[in-house]
């Protein structure tokens, strides 16, 4: 097959859908594709929520399929996270690849449109294939984090990062019912902590982190707390698994597709919810609690079985 042109498109927000659009260009071009990437900035990220270009794109869709031309541009658009109803035009060929928890009405009204949706986890394609999609599982990458020199400690590592999703407020209420546990690390990347009282065990770094002090100390604990209420992929869980750390995580869809018993951690939801397309699983405190004093009690050997199983699986 001769080589495609393919415009992956989407916003580069410094985290999770910046790295999607270097892995996606990096497999891409692996294959033997030219790519080009479209970033999204934040006029552009409005333009989508016009109901005039709605309009417009949907007439101009509906002209092209009366009197058939060729498409200049790209051979394949990929457009992560939201429908970019205003490069639908730029190829011949329009794949979504979308995290259903940010897929709103307006990329709804537009859905349509795409040729196909790429689904990065299983729970991804089964709610878009209910949407009556045609639907591909095509899995998904991240980066591998492992770090063999540095020595593990039997501490606890949560990346909450700059999301609002990761479950931290509750993780800490918990962790302040007991300070006879181990410390918890928590990175942050939001201007301030929650606010708690001082915690002894519980470790704060709020603020920027060069990437070589992040993988150091994703790779000095044993365990990782991962508690998303949901995922589009789930790449801080990915990147745990990648450490050979021990990964606690909620028992429920996708994140369940990530870890499975034998290489970490699950932990039973209580209460759920929704954001947009996806369910939402809130942990319940008391299995947390259950699961933490598991992991406390663990040998050496079970962490290091547990921990080499979710290596060998990320690396699989």
């Not at 995290?99 to 009405?105: A, G, L, Q, S, T």
């Not at 020199?149 to 039997?154: A, D, G, H, I, N």
């Not at 990175?187 to 001082?198: M, W």
């Not at 603020?207 to 790449?235: I, K, P």
Request: hydrophobic content about 40%; charged content about 20%.
């Amino acid at each position: 097959m001769s080589p495609l042109q393919v415009n992956i498109i989407g916003k580069s927000n410094g985290v999770g859908l910046a790295r999607d659009i270097a892995l996606l260009a990096a497999a891409l071009q692996e294959c033997g594709h030219n790519v080009a990437v479209t970033t999204i900035d934040a006029a552009q990220a409005r333009r989508r929520r016009s109901i005039l270009l709605q309009l417009r794109v949907r007439v101009g869709a509906s002209r092209r399929k009366a009197q058939p031309r060729p498409v200049p541009g790209a051979d394949l658009n990929i457009m992560l996270e939201h429908v970019w109803l205003q490069y639908l035009d730029t190829a011949r060929v329009n794949i979504a690849v979308p995290n259903p928890e940010w897929f709103d009405h307006h990329d709804r009204r537009v859905l349509s449109l795409v040729d196909q949706v790429w689904a990065k986890t299983d729970y991804t394609r089964q709610v878009f294939g209910g949407l009556g999609c045609t639907t591909t599982y095509i899995g998904f990458d991240s980066d591998d984090r492992y770090a063999g020199e540095v020595r593990k400690e039997r501490t606890y590592f949560h990346l909450a990062g700059k999301s609002n999703m990761k479950g931290t407020d509750r993780l800490l209420r918990v962790w302040s019912r007991h300070p006879e546990w181990p410390r918890l690390i928590v990175v942050l990347h939001r201007k301030q902590p929650p606010k708690l009282p001082a915690l002894p065990n519980v470790e704060w770094h709020v603020g920027y982190l060069s990437d070589s002090a992040l993988r150091t100390m994703q790779n000095q604990s044993t365990f990782h707390v991962c508690l998303s209420l949901t995922e589009g992929w789930g790449h801080y869980i990915v990147e745990a698994l990648s450490t050979a750390a021990v990964t606690v995580t909620v028992d429920a869809a996708p994140m369940n597709e990530l870890v499975r018993p034998e290489h970490g951690v699950l932990v039973a939801y209580g209460a759920t919810g929704t954001q947009r397309l996806s369910k939402t699983y809130h942990f319940d405190e008391w299995r947390l609690e259950d699961a933490i004093e598991q992991t406390i009690v663990m040998s050496d050997a079970e962490c290091l079985r547990i921990g080499s199983n979710a290596r060998a699986w990320f690396l699989g």
